[in-house]
Nanobody
Framework: QVQLVESGGGLVQPGGSLRLSCAAS????????MRWYRQAPGKERELVAS????????YYKNSVKGRFSISRDNAKNTVYLQMNSLNPEDTAVYYC???????????WGQGTQVTVSS
C-alpha cells in the first residue's frame, strides 16, 4: 500500500524559509515522478513543482521559480521542497503526490499546512 507522509509545514514570517519533506513507502520510489501541489482556501489545487523519476528533470510554477527548489533522495524514498523568500500568497496546504511513470497512477499524501504571516 502506497503511503506518503508530508512534514515540515508550519507558521513562518514573510521572507522566511521552510523545508517540506515527503517520505514514501510501499512503492519503488525511483520509478515515480514526485510532485508538490498546494491548495489555498477557496482555490483549486495547483501544481507547484515536480521532479521526474529518471533524469530528475524539474518543473516549477512561475510564481515560485527562483524561490522554491524540489529535490529527491531515492535512497531515503523522500522528496523535498525547499521554500525560500516566502510570502503570504504561499499560504496553503501542501500536498505530495507520487505518479508512477509507466501507468500514470497517482497517490497523494494527507497534506501539511504552510502559513506565511507576520
Amino acid at each position: 500500500q502506497v503511503q506518503l507522509v508530508e512534514s515540515g509545514g508550519g507558521l513562518v514570517q514573510p521572507g522566511g524559509s521552510l523545508r517540506l519533506s515527503c517520505a514514501a513507502s510501499g512503492i519503488t520510489f525511483s520509478s515515480y515522478t514526485m510532485r508538490w501541489y498546494r491548495q489555498a482556501p477557496g482555490k483549486e489545487r495547483e501544481l507547484v513543482a515536480s521532479i521526474t523519476s529518471a533524469s530528475g528533470t524539474t518543473y516549477y510554477k512561475n510564481s515560485v521559480k527562483g524561490r522554491f527548489s524540489i529535490s529527491r533522495d531515492n535512497a531515503k524514498n523522500t522528496v523535498y521542497l525547499q521554500m525560500n523568500s516566502l510570502n503570504p500568497e504561499d499560504t496553503a496546504v501542501y500536498y505530495c503526490s507520487a505518479r508512477r511513470t509507466s501507468t500514470g497512477t497517482t497517490s497523494w499524501g494527507q497534506g501539511t499546512q504552510v502559513t506565511v504571516s507576520s
